[in-house]
């Protein structure tokens, strides 16, 4: 069967229009998950909850947190990091697990993607400030005494923003990755409704279809399976307790497009299939 505009039958068009297709068919799932993943939005609020969601995160950074003041502590100040050194990281970890700590975070997190990343000017400054008060709240109520330095809190300067000229442009490659992902896309629109233009028949053009999209969802699930297994590598290898922790819970954030691609992929392949199924069944079905 032959249409004026599609499945017209000509079999070298049809055969170089689906190789074009599926060529960027290989970088389409690779280029639109890195898009979902860091282009399209944020991924560190996301990160930052799951991180200050798991105790052992928390606990880590709480006692990096600590050692880090006590090393340079002195006198009075020394002797009650070093008697209540477990009792305040219990106290810091407890506060990093509210939700006013994770709002502080995910604000900072928000505001370093729009400068570095979507070019915004009004981010400039961080004030962490906020963070540093609920610290203290949280020494404070293994001693009283540690709400002395609550004065030197209104001292603490925000932390300026700011994009060097040897610095990597991450607008620019935000914009020029966009671009690209987007150009993808109407390729293969293009060359699949021109493969469509010169296919033999409904039938072929469907199960053509169908193999692409399958091809879409194992090389998306590939990425995933492998994105997973190094960075559960990476992260056992570490010698830092902190990274050996973070690591797998950061690349999982950051590869979870590529699994929701995968899924997409196989719904319409089994749509595809399906169909297809349908439509060989009715013509083989007997008629009356």
Same mark, same amino acid.
């Given at each position: 069967m032959t249409n004026p505009i599609f499945l017209t039958a000509k079999r070298g068009p049809a055969i170089t229009f689906a190789l074009l297709s599926t060529l960027i068919?290989? =970088?389409?799932?690779? @280029?639109?998950?890195?898009?979902?993943?860091?282009?399209?939005?944020?991924?560190?609020?996301?990160?930052?909850?799951?991180?200050?969601?798991?105790?052992?995160?928390?606990?880590?950074? !709480?006692?990096?947190?600590?050692?880090?003041?006590?090393?340079?502590?002195?006198?009075?100040?020394?002797?009650?990091?070093?008697?209540?050194?477990?009792?305040?990281?219990?106290?810091?970890?407890?506060?990093?697990?509210?939700?006013?700590?994770?709002?502080?975070?995910?604000?900072?997190?928000?505001? !370093?993607?729009? =400068?570095?990343?979507?070019?915004?000017?009004?981010?400039?400054?961080?004030?962490?400030?906020?963070?540093?008060?609920? @610290?203290?709240?949280? =020494?404070?109520?293994?001693?009283?005494?540690?709400?002395? @330095?609550?004065? *030197?809190?209104?001292?603490?300067?925000?932390?300026?923003?700011?994009?060097?000229?040897?610095?990597?442009?991450?607008? *620019?490659?935000?914009?020029?990755?966009?671009?690209?992902? =987007?150009?993808?896309?109407i390729g293969f629109i293009l060359f699949s409704a021109l493969y469509w233009r010169f296919a033999s028949n409904f039938h072929n053009g469907l199960k053509f279809s169908g193999i692409q999209s399958a091809v879409f969802a194992v090389i998306s699930i590939l990425i995933y399976l492998i994105g997973s297994a190094a960075g559960g590598s990476i992260g056992s290898n570490s010698t830092e307790s902190l990274a050996q922790i973070a690591i797998p819970i950061i690349v999982q954030s950051v590869i979870s497009p590529f699994l929701t691609l995968a899924i997409l992929g196989l719904i319409t392949t089994v749509a595809l299939v399906g169909y297809l199924y349908t439509l060989v069944k009715k013509q083989l079905k007997p008629s009356n």
């Open positions: 068919l290989i =970088f389409l799932p690779i @280029a639109s998950g890195v898009y979902l993943a860091v282009g399209k939005s944020n991924p560190a609020p996301k990160i930052a909850h799951s991180l200050l969601a798991k105790s052992e995160f928390r606990d880590a950074a !709480a006692n990096k947190l600590v050692e880090s003041i006590s090393k340079d502590s002195k006198g009075a100040e020394a002797l009650l990091f070093k008697e209540k050194a477990k009792e305040i990281r219990v106290a810091v970890s407890d506060a990093m697990g509210t939700k006013a700590f994770e709002d502080e975070v995910i604000g900072i997190t928000h505001k !370093a993607y729009d =400068f570095y990343v979507d070019g915004d000017s009004q981010a400039a400054t961080i004030d962490i400030r906020p963070i540093a008060a609920m @610290a203290l709240k949280a =020494f404070s109520t293994v001693n009283p005494l540690f709400s002395l @330095a609550k004065d *030197q809190i209104k001292d603490i300067a925000p932390i300026s923003l700011k994009s060097g000229d040897a610095d990597i442009d991450l607008v *620019q490659i935000k914009k020029a990755f966009t671009g690209l992902v =987007f150009i993808l896309w």
